[in-house]
């Protein structure tokens, strides 16, 4: 099979200072590929192979799940891993079915960091040099708490199997209280070892093959561990991306006198309360590259929320669920360290979907920020004024210096401006009042599990 030359990104992208480091770990797991890499083939066969070993993982969970039905705990210790690789899988499928515009819209990102890069615009260079930090806070938060549970899981599992006394071997399985099928570590007090996740093997009864089993799944743990965190981090860059070219389409049209070529050149200064007249045919083009800008940060977010709504859709119809079942977990468990596990756990995915919402939301109410005299810290303003943030920007623009042609063409920014740019997943709208809904909507799923588990 030969590879098409639309999936290979160029080298540039993985030395951009916003993508570089969250677009590595799909470099690593084999879903990206750049021009000077060598054996990319090979890398593809990785991935497909990480890709298919996740999906037969995944049937042996549901396997598992159809032989547990019935209990309420064992079920819900289930659907706590067993709903994230279902979306983990769903997700990587779909990137492989929509390549192409995966590395379109990467290669969109790109353009425009480096569009802001080479324009050296101070103002601009701060702009993206504050997200750029701020992505990186957030990428060692995420990265440090999927860590932190995975691999705890793996270590509690092993440990538990060396402090587990074994029966002796003429009694039944019965008796020594086994467990064939995997746990998450058990909800239950546990008489017997668990492993790191539920799932079902073709084991002989009377033989746990507990080393068998732990590597097998400490190898679905690790491909987990990389794919998982590297795909939501990737999606949330995308989304910063979308806020930084808010952030700069609205310093642009708050301070167009200042991208005056005129006033560049000759080094004169702004006279920001002069009723002077301007050059109106070169404020006419300044206004009509932030309408360019403007078009363009519409058809990513729109590219962006086409390749985004099914897996958040199928989030927002399982999250709830699965939030659920971790909720109940912790609060049945007897083992503080498996209730650390569950804690973390459920602050992953809280994370997971907070961090989704919370960006969408920005791009929706595009940011609503002001930089200061010194432009270097970003101050909230209220939710009215962020709604039309872009249009209230070119308001305060000088626009009573302007002629009449100039200022139709401002009014015509403003208007476009005024349309509304949310995200949506199908008919689900991506904002911080969704989010709030889905743990509304786990918290009651596991008050009413608890009862009847009580």
Known sequence: MELKEEWILADEVFENPLLRSNLLGLKYYGLLLHDTQSFKKMHCFRGA???LSMVLFNFTQYIDLGQVWGSVSDMTANAATTLLFTTTIFRIIFFYVHRTRF????????EGIKRIVKDAWVDEQKILISNVRYLKRLSVVFWSCALITANTMCVFSLVQYFMYERSPDDRSEEEKGGCVGAVMNCSTTQQYFAKILRSW?????????FVEIYLIQLYIMYVGQLIVPSWHMFIVTLMIYGRIECNVLNHRVRSLARYHKVHEAEGIPTKSGSFDPVDNPERRALIIDCVKRQSKLVAFTRELEQLTRAAVFLDFVVFSVLLCALLLEASITTSVVQMFIDICYITTMTTILFLYYWHANEINVCVGTKWGKKHTKMVNRDVH???NQLSMS?????WYRYDRTT?????????YS??????????????LDTFLAILRASYSYFTILKQLTD
């Open 49 to 51: 192979v990480f890709t």
């Open 103 to 110: 590395n379109n819209i990467i290669r969109l990102a790109n």
């Open 201 to 209: 093997y073709p084991t002989s009864p009377g033989n746990d093959h």
């Open 385 to 387: 004024f962020q709604a």
């Open 394 to 398: 070119a308001y305060t623009s000088d």
């Open 407 to 415: 200022n139709q063409m401002l009014q015509l920014f403003i208007m």
């Open 418 to 431: 005024n349309r509304p740019l949310k995200m949506h997943a199908f008919f689900i709208t991506m904002s």
